[in-house]
């Protein structure tokens, strides 16, 4: 092996017994890495970062590639997904839908653009306030959600299975915990 790219990991020897052997991993070898150019440094919050960083990259390519194989993006479902399980109308204005979308509200106008003109969403003015834009889910949208919505969670658990119910209800908590920490409180 490359001796630049070692798995040298601070903090692996003190396993309890019957722990399992650490996985070792592409940021193990990074922390290594900083670990002989500079020990002084602790650089454990770069292996938490990095960790969640390249985790999220990997389950998005994953994501990317499911929806590319039925002829949409990931923004395009989540979107429509979003309106799905808003309220009974499946309708929401616009800020609260780029609220919810995590996105900008010109960028949500081009979404929105472009899931109108495949039909899966309807744009109206709110009768009651002329300023305000209401999106809707069309009969088509919502039978675009509901039909990729098992295949999706499938792939989802496909990428999980690595970690046990334990394993994701405790990392589970603990994003929970890392989010609310960074002002992700919710949209309401």
Same mark, same amino acid.
């Given at each position: 092996?490359?001796?630049?790219?070692?798995? +040298?990991?601070?903090?692996?020897?003190?396993?309890?017994?019957?722990?399992?052997?650490?996985?070792?991993?592409?940021?193990?070898?990074? #922390?290594?890495?900083?670990?002989?150019?500079?020990?002084?440094?602790?650089?454990?919050?770069?292996?938490?970062?990095?960790?969640?960083?390249?985790?999220?990259?990997?389950?998005?390519?994953?994501?990317?590639?499911?929806?590319?194989?039925?002829?949409?993006?990931?923004? +395009?479902?989540?979107?429509?997904?979003?309106?799905?399980?808003?309220?009974?109308?499946?309708? #929401? &204005?616009?800020?609260? #839908?780029?609220?919810?979308?995590?996105?900008?509200?010109?960028?949500?106008?081009?979404?929105?653009?472009?899931?109108?003109?495949?039909?899966?969403?309807?744009?109206?003015?709110?009768?009651?306030?002329?300023?305000?834009?209401?999106?809707?889910?069309?009969?088509?949208?919502?039978?675009?959600?509901?039909? #990729?919505? +098992?295949?999706?969670?499938?792939?989802? +658990?496909?990428?999980?299975?690595?970690?046990?119910?334990?394993?994701?209800?405790?990392?589970?908590?603990?994003? &929970?915990?890392?989010?609310?920490?960074?002002?992700?409180?919710?949209?309401?």
């Amino acid at each position: 092996m490359n001796d630049t790219l070692t798995n +040298e990991t601070p903090g692996n020897d003190t396993l309890a017994a019957g722990d399992p052997a650490p996985h070792n991993d592409a940021v193990d070898q990074i #922390l290594g890495q900083w670990a002989r150019v500079r020990p002084d440094v602790d650089c454990s919050a770069m292996g938490v970062a990095g960790r969640i960083s390249r985790a999220s990259r990997l389950l998005e390519k994953g994501i990317k590639e499911y929806f590319a194989g039925h002829d949409i993006e990931p923004w +395009e479902f989540d979107v429509l997904a979003t309106l799905r399980r808003a309220n009974p109308d499946h309708r #929401l &204005c616009m800020s609260d #839908l780029a609220t919810a979308a995590m996105v900008s509200s010109a960028a949500l106008t081009n979404r929105v653009d472009r899931l109108v003109a495949r039909g899966l969403v309807h744009r109206e003015v709110a009768p009651s306030n002329r300023r305000m834009v209401l999106i809707t889910l069309t009969g088509e949208g919502r039978t675009v959600v509901d039909t #990729l919505l +098992e295949g999706h969670v499938a792939n989802e +658990e496909r990428m999980l299975s690595g970690l046990t119910g334990e394993d994701r209800e405790r990392l589970s908590g603990l994003l &929970c915990k890392l989010l609310a920490s960074l002002g992700d409180t919710g949209s309401r």
